[in-house]
């Protein structure tokens, strides 16, 4: 059973920028497209950008111009550089597969102040 890893997350005010990675206890990366989730409180889990093997990104509208994804097969990680935070970004991040496998990791919290 793979492990996903996430970290980066904190407290920053808006128009700030966190990095989050993601690291997987065995290689998936090289055979996935790999995505970016989130989750607010009382919300569902979104889909926020993804990746695929050859490196094509798709971002949901929400973010786009501000988030950016990246992928490094060799060392089994995923990044979101996400610039220009807002409030309605405030979640708890994970990252998985697309389509996602049953491996959810424990997602790191990202709070925006405002």
């Known amino acids: 059973q793979v492990q996903l890893m996430e970290s980066g997350g904190g407290l920053v005010q808006a128009g700030g920028s966190l990095r989050l990675s993601c690291a997987a206890s065995?290689?998936?990366?090289?055979?996935?497209?790999m995505g970016w989730y989130r989750q607010a409180p009382g919300k569902q889990r979104e889909l926020v950008a993804d990746?695929?093997?050859?490196?094509?990104?798709n971002y949901a509208d929400s973010v786009k111009g501000r988030f950016t994804i990246s992928r490094d097969n060799a060392k089994n990680t995923l990044s979101l550089q996400m610039n220009k935070l807002r409030p309605e970004d405030t979640a708890v991040y994970y990252c998985?597969?697309?389509?996602?496998?049953?491996?959810w990791g424990q997602g790191t919290q990202v709070t925006v102040s405002s």
């Open positions: 998985n597969s697309r389509p996602v496998i049953p491996a």
């Open positions: 065995r290689n998936i990366f090289s055979f996935n497209t």
């Open positions: 990746i695929t093997t050859g490196g094509s990104t």
